[in-house]
Nanobody, 126 residues
């Protein structure tokens, strides 16, 4: 049974930085492509970023490219999302996602996500 647990959400001001973490348990972490999605009120869950099992390949949504960085530490079974220069449009519940035998590009489609975390709220004030 795969379990994903996020942490690091909170309330920040526009222009600030925030870091999210997600720990995977129950499977071999390095075999998993990991990603982050977000869902704002009244909107569908959308792709934010993904990273390959080795960390060598990453994908980003255009809206966060250059501001957000996804990384992973396979020794700690943890994937991170460093969020810089946040703005109110980044306000959402952020979900950690994982799956095997896919690529980071494939993970852009949430239908290819097998495992989800419970979500962590990020609120950006103007």
């Amino acid at each position: 049974q795969v379990q994903l647990v996020e942490s690091g959400g909170g309330l920040v001001q526009a222009g600030a930085s925030l870091s999210l973490s997600c720990v995977l348990s129950g499977r071999t972490f390095s075999t998993y492509v990991m990603g982050w999605f977000r869902q704002a009120p009244g909107k569908e869950r959308g792709f934010v970023a993904a990273i390959s099992g080795t960390g060598s390949v990453t994908e980003y949504a255009d809206s966060v490219k250059g501001r957000f960085t996804i990384s992973r530490d396979n020794a700690k079974n943890t994937v991170y999302l460093q969020m810089n220069s946040v703005n109110p449009e980044d306000t959402a519940v952020y979900y950690c996602a994982g799956n095997t035998y896919i690529t980071p590009a494939t993970m852009k489609d949430p239908n290819y996500v097998r495992s989800w975390g419970q979500g962590t709220q990020v609120t950006v004030s103007s």
